[in-house]
């Protein structure tokens, strides 16, 4: 795990926190949130299934079983924090948990089964189940990130260059980002018109914009990276987007963490393109590589503990009214109302040509709530009375 701690150069150069929040709110109003489908979060892809028994038939039910309990498992690790996933279910329970299967590259003989599965799990019954079990879970991914990635050395700040390690690094890497899913710009000329190093690292939010709005994305990330003299590396992060924290965070690879993980993406890179040799985790790439798979699951952590909804607290209850322009706008709202991860339940009070007033039951503070409706293009904001908020459609 990346340690957290204080920043010893100076954060984005000249960013203070509260030109984040501005840069933040501007954002919101500029990009409108992209979020990938939540049901990603509920397919677990590529399980490899190699498993042998009396016969081929056997070897089949018994690795089959398997992968849906290790697809089980990969899937509270996407939607749980660390430590807080519900032991595995017994198989007549998972059975009722899954929705589909697929198989590929399915081979017998000998009394041997290997495949390659694709498990998709019915996201309601997963959702209730968590909720019966008071356990913390993550209802939806993050909006496509962009990741501008920077590397900052003697020379200065390089984002664009040829020779920027760190964005080779990012290129690099295979991890399909379900709970944070995320893209690289290429760098083309479009990119390099919309948002440079320097702008980037000075959070205008102009360029910002420009390249989340190129990308269609919902939100942009900005690591920084440098090699840090006491060894290892350092990454500073901001990410700007709905549902994302403003507050920057400064994260510390050590060298023996980052030998760790590019051992293992190393060697899962050779297995891919069929090569064999020797690996050096220690080389310089080597090292970047492993930097972004961890700044990756500093983001992945990031998103979950500002999104992660708590369905052992009691629910809170709002009245909201929402403007309307007829009964077409109504029901665009009503759509985004089941996008909304922290609302338990909602009922209709009151429905008129020009507005809407409903009662929501939701779970965690308006804070939250607000980040939430903000991902579907709905303002939250108190009331003029103090007692009934408004929704607005952006």
Known sequence: MAERPQPSFPPLKACSIGLLAVLVAAFYGAVPPQTAAAQDLYAVTDIAVDETASNEVQAKQEGVA?????AFQEMMTRLTLAGEAPPTPDDERLEFLIRDMSFTSEKFGGGRYIATLTVRFQQDEVNRYLQRSGTAYLANPSPLTVVLPIFRDESGDQLWSDVNPW??????????????????????????????????????????????????????????????????????????????????????????????????????????????????????????????????????????????????????????????????????????????????????????????????????????????????ALVLAPGTDGETWTLTRR
Not at 66 to 70: E, G, H, V
Not at 242 to 255: I, N, S, T, V
Request: no cysteine; charged share 25%.
């Open 167 to 376: 964005l080779d690094a990012w290129w690099r890497l295979e991890e399909k980002g379900q709970v944070v899913p995320f893209t690289v710009p290429l760098g083309d000329l479009g990119d390099i018109g919309a948002i440079d190093a320097k702008r980037a690292v000075n959070v205008d939010a102009t360029g910002i914009n420009a390249i989340a709005g190129r990308y269609r994305a919902g939100a942009v990330a900005i690591p920084i990276a440098t090699f840090a003299a006491e060894g290892g590396i350092l990454v500073e992060l901001a990410t700007f987007g709905a549902g994302w924290p403003a507050q920057p965070d400064l994260l510390r690879f050590p060298e023996e963490a980052l030998n760790d993980r590019a051992a293992i993406l190393l060697t899962e890179e050779q297995a891919r393109k069929g090569q064999t040799g020797e690996i050096d985790p220690t080389a310089r790439a080597a090292q970047l590589y492993a930097a972004a798979s961890l700044t990756l699951e500093a983001m992945e952590a990031r998103w979950k503990g500002e999104n992660i909804l708590r369905f052992d607290q009691a629910a809170s209850k709002m009245m909201a009214r929402v403007g309307l322009n007829g009964l077409e706008e109504w029901l665009k709202v009503r759509a985004s109302l089941a996008e909304v991860a922290p609302i338990k339940s909602w009922r209709l009070s009151e429905l008129a040509t020009s507005h809407a007033v409903l009662e929501i039951d939701y779970i965690g503070d308006t804070d939250r709530l607000s980040r939430a409706f903000a991902r579907v």
């Open 66 to 70: 398997k992968a849906k309990r290790a």
